[in-house]
């Protein structure tokens, strides 16, 4: 129907995530379950981390490296100003 270029998948499963790859090379792919680096989300073609902010507090040096990587970045459960900025 031609919806491909509005679809973003959101996954926990890294397995699902690199599946849905293999069946579209060119879609677009983030993980949620914060257990993956930047580098190797990358490795395996998956275009964005969707990670709780404390996995970020727990690895800070990864919102640099996902951003040199080219990998899209998400944060949930903000709830205060700092943990924001």
């Known amino acids: 129907m031609g919806a491909e ?5 959101i996954v926990f499963n ?3 995530a690199k ?5 579209d090379p060119n879609a677009k792919v983030a993980y949620l379950n914060g257990d ?4 190797q989300l990358k490795g395996d ?9 404390s996995i970020l507090k727990k690895n800070p040096e990864w919102i640099e490296e996902a951003k040199r990587l080219g990998i899209n970045i998400n944060v949930w ?8 900025d």
Request: net charge negative.
């Open 5 to 9: 270029y509005w679809l973003f998948f």
């Open 14 to 16: 890294y397995s699902g």
């Open 19 to 23: 599946r849905i790859i293999e069946l």
């Open 36 to 39: 993956a680096s930047p580098e």
């Open 45 to 53: 073609n998956i275009t964005g981390l969707d990670y709780h902010n």
């Open 77 to 84: 459960t903000i709830n205060k100003p700092e943990d924001m």
